[in-house]
Each structure stands twice: as structure tokens, then as C-alpha cells.
């Protein structure tokens, strides 16, 4: 089940509210975990036990870990160490065994059966929680939580489940045991959860079209002109499917009184690739710098540390997003732009125009998107060279009708992801307008969605595979 599909917007979501409305405050948590656990159930009934596991395993750890602490010996280290490795070992053994079987068969020349087992859903999400949680117990940032249905909420709350934000357990501690619930916050929520579902099926979904479309044409049909469409649809697709995921979960957790942490700000919109990643995909980046970057030493190193902490950084970035050669030299690709930037341009870039510096961030994000869709080496070069006009003409008829005909979308589609709109909100709508003017848009959006998810069928979430 995902967020925007018909069974969820018109029957999960409306029951799980009505009930959670009604029923007594002590039993709200209850409530959760049962739809939530279900939410996952109907996508992932297999894989269901998984998460289920991993909220026991870490449960048990946290209260271990939690009465040996300050004690004489190493027992709380060695429960930290047993719960880390447990939970690395289930990510790893279902999203990577088969990318390292494949790799030793390739290089020793054997054939070791492959697994084939298809990913769980969120899994690598919920995995860095539990580990956070652990972690955070250790070090004494939190204190262990004893009721076990309010730890279940903290990893299987289904808003947030599937594709983050990851959410640390202090983020949400206090919002567990007690929390607003109110129309103020569920109006609010809920015009969060709809922008979401606008940027999803407004715009992810139709240029997630074009690029699916253009990454597979050949022979005569292939130009320069249409790669570079390729390239920015897609662009365009993957922010807009994840920050209109991360506006969704937001949303629902507003509605059920719980404030995430915010996961994009407007990345697009950046003047260097330091900046880009201070404002995409944030909550993983917090993950990375508070769990391996500072414990490695972070800056406060020498400068040849600082590289391989960096390093390490970036390289474990590439590899989270997926069980391929691709992600782990997309993650290499981002680690030299940011060493370029820290150690060769900073200064340089003080003095460039803030546009040229744009233009550079976004060539250098629009390639690295290019590489990050690409499975295959063979697949990126050849892709790359059509974009260079390598061997392809630089235009044909084709190539122009497809500019042509989605141009007003990608212009829709660039705006949107800039602040653009709320700046015209605020200049163009007075202040006492803006309300009811949030809840008509609100309303459109909600109906025009519906009816798009309708009569459409592509509709995946991209985040949901890594």
C-alpha cells in the first residue's frame, strides 16, 4: 500500500483516523501499531516478521544495555556491539548477499547460486532507527523505553515506515507518551500530506513517464536534445517523489500529533554540492555525521584523517541506496565534488555570480542523478554519450516534439521546486486571504489527485527500493 493510491486515501486512511478519533487516549498507541503493522502487512506480508524482529531484537537490547550501563565490565558495549552487527547482518544478508555473490562470479569465475530474494520494503529505514535508538541508549542521549508498545510505535509508525524520514527515538520520545491533538494541527497536517500527493502525482508521476520513456529509446530515436530531457525529467522525478513522500509522512504524522524532522529544503536551489547535501535527503545525512562521521574523528583530525573519514562517509551513502556498482560510485562521485570544493575552490567560488555557481551545482547534480539511474557502467556510458552528442545526432523530429510537447511541464516542474511559489503566495495573497485560499488549493489538489491515480497506473515510489 502506498500513500497515493485509491485504498489508501479512500479507505485506510479515513478508518484509521475515525477510529483513532474516538477511542480513548490510552489506546491510541495500540491502535497504531495494529494499522500499522497491517499498512506493512499488505505490501510486505512475508517480510512483516522482519520488522517485527528487528523491534524485538532492539527492545531487548535498549533494556539490556540500559541496566548494565555504569556497571563494572564490558556488557553494555558487547550488547551495543551484538545489537549493531544483528541489525547489519539482516540488511545486509537481504539487500546485499546477491550483490556480493554476484561480484565473486564474476571476478573468480565461479557460479554461486544466487538468493534472489526480493527486498522488505523500508527496510533499510526502519534498520538505521533501531541501530540510533541502540546507539543513542549507550552514549545515554535517551533513556530506554520500557513499555514495548510505545518503542513499536517509534519503529513501525506507518507514516514514516517505508522511506523515512528517519526519525531518532529523542526526536519523538515525549510525542509518544503525550501529544497534541488538535484541529489546528490536523488541518495543518493534512494540507502537508496533500502538497505532498500534488508534487507525487502532479509532477513525479508524468516525469517519471518521460524518463522512463526516453531511457529506453534506440537506433535513430536516440539525439542529444532527448538525453538531456531524459536527464532533467528524472532530475525533477526523484526529488519530487521523495520530498512529496517526506511532505506525506510529515503530514500524517501531524494529523496523528507527531511533528518529523524536516527531510528536503529545496536542495535545487543550491550554490554549491556542500550546500546541496545540507538540504537533500537531511535526516540521512544527520544519521551518517552523528553515527560514523564525528565517532571517526570527524574535522577535528589531520587533513589526511579528515579525507578518509570523509571517505568512508560517502562511500557507506553510495552503498545504502542500493546493492550496485552505480550507488557505490555515485556516493565516490559526490565525496570528490565535496574534497574539490573544500580544498581547491572555496575561494574561487567566493567570487563567482551566485547563477554561475547554480548552473554548476546543477550540472553536477543532473550528472549524478544520470549515474545514480543507470544499473549498469555500460548503460551510463552509453547514456553519457548521447547527452555529449557522442555518436547521436544533436536533434531530430522526435527530440523536438518531446521538448516541445513537455516543456510547460519540466517549466511547472523547475518552479515548484524552488521557493518561488510561497514567495508569490506571500506578495499576491493577503495575509487574511491565504488561509482559505490554502484549503480551496487543498481541496483541488485532493480531488484532481484522485482522479489522476484513476485513470493512471504508473505510480511507484523510488525510494521504496533502497
Known sequence: MVFSSIIFLCAFLPITFLVYSIIPKRFRNIWL?????????WGEPRYVWIMVFSTIFDYVNGRLIDRFLGKKGNAAKAILFVSIIGNLSILGFFKYADFFIDTVNHIGGYDIRLFELALPIGISFYTFQTMSYTIDVYLKNVKAQKNFIDFAIYVCLFPQLIAGPIVRYKDIAEQIKQRIF???????????????????????NQVGAIWQEVSHYSGNDKSMAVAWLGAIAYTLQIYFDFSGYSDMAIGLGKIFGFTFPENFLHPYESKSITEFWRKWHVTLSSWFREYVYIPLGGNHVNKVHWIFNLSIVWFLTGFWHGAGWNFILW???YLCFLLLEKLVLQKWMQKWKAIFLHIYTMLVVLVGWV???????????????????????????????????????????????????????K????????????????????????????????????????
Open 182 to 204: 488538535s484541529f489546528e494541527q490536523i488541518s495543518e497536517g493534512l494540507f502537508r500530506f496533500l502538497i505532498g500527493l500534488g508534487k507525487k502525482v502532479f509532477i513525479a
Open 371 to 425: 549515474l545514480f539511474a543507470c544499473e549498469d557502467m555500460s548503460m551510463f556510458l552509453q547514456y553519457g554519450k548521447q547527452m555529449l552528442g557522442i555518436d547521436v545526432s544533436i536533434g531530430n523530429s522526435l527530440s523536438m516534439y518531446q521538448w516541445l510537447h513537455n516543456v510547460p511541464l519540466l517549466l511547472i516542474g523547475c518552479i515548484g521546486a524552488t521557493t518561488l511559489p510561497q514567495k508569490a503566495v
Open 331 to 333: 556516493g565516490i562521485y
Open 33 to 41: 501499531l495494529g494499522v500499522s503493522l497491517f499498512f506493512y502487512a
Open 427 to 466: 506578495k499576491w495573497i493577503p495575509a487574511k486571504w491565504q488561509p482559505i485560499a490554502g484549503y480551496a488549493y487543498a481541496t483541488i489538489l485532493l480531488f484532481v489527485s484522485i482522479a489522476f491515480l484513476v485513470s493512471g497506473s504508473y505510480n511507484p515510489f523510488l525510494y521504496f527500493r533502497f
